[in-house]
């Protein structure tokens, strides 16, 4: 059973802290010790963002309010990506790591819950006696289809046959959803950030929520029971009062 979110863009005054704490409280009813992260934790820096952010410029400041504003419960690790956009314009402006930054800043306070997986996707398998289960964690990049499900079907086609996941965990996109291309479990991580000003511009809906994923692997590496659960948010104006989602 694991946790999945995505496109959190911490820094970003569209950011909704309430949703993404009230799914770490979810997940830690549910048991959860793992939570995968597909993608921008934090909002970069742009021509069209620079008047959203809540933090002066510089790629510090961004990754102290990550450490100090990512949740953090009792027996959950976060494991994360970088993305190729927003905080990997840090990456393609000057060359900066962005998780080795993250990850040093978190030693530095003390903080043991997060582990930096890599830059846009990662492999994570799960070893049987007879085989393996891959999943894939992604952060896709490039613009939304027509189509909800279209963008990920194409990334699936896109495989080579001995190159396919079991599973594969998308971010980027900001929807929800659950598909089965190619005999492949894919869900999309939706995300914890209001519609933008460029997202309404653009026509793009924001899923707000995450996912409880729970699945079993049997001893030849085969995938069973595949149970995506979606916990659905809504605008900031649909909560009178914000402490209902701390509870």
């Avoid at 006696?129 to 279209?150: D, P």
């Avoid at 001995?162 to 005999?183: C, D």
Wanted: glycine share 10%; with cysteine.
């Amino acid at each position: 059973k694991i946790g999945l979110t995505a496109d959190n863009h911490l820094c970003s005054k569209y950011y909704r802290a309430d949703v993404l704490n009230a799914l770490f409280d979810i997940w830690a009813e549910q048991g959860v010790t793992e939570v995968y992260q597909c993608g921008n934790m934090i909002d970069g820096e742009s021509r069209f963002n620079k008047h959203d952010l809540l933090v002066p410029p510089g790629v510090e400041r961004q990754i102290d309010y990550f450490i100090e504003n990512w949740p953090k419960r009792e027996g959950i690790t976060t494991r994360f990506l970088c993305g190729d956009d927003h905080e990997g314009w840090y990456t393609q402006s000057v060359g900066a790591d962005v998780g080795k930054m993250i990850m040093r800043a978190a030693q530095e306070s003390g903080r043991k819950d997060l582990e930096y997986l890599g830059y846009m996707e990662h492999d994570v398998v799960f070893k049987a006696k007879g085989g393996a289960c891959k999943m894939r964690v992604i952060h896709a990049g490039g613009g939304s289809a027509y189509a909800l499900s279209y963008s990920v079907q194409k990334i699936v086609e896109s495989y080579q046959g001995g190159e396919k996941p079991n599973i594969l965990l998308v971010g980027h996109f900001h929807k929800a959803e659950y598909s089965y291309p190619r005999e492949i479990h894919c869900v999309q991580a939706g995300c914890t950030e209001d519609q933008t000003p460029f997202m309404r511009k653009k026509r793009l809906q924001a899923m707000v929520g995450g996912w409880t994923i729970a699945f079993t692997v049997d001893n030849n590496g085969i995938v069973h029971d595949f149970m995506p659960q979606f916990h659905a948010f809504y605008d900031r104006a649909f909560y009178k009062n914000w402490e209902y989602l701390w509870k």
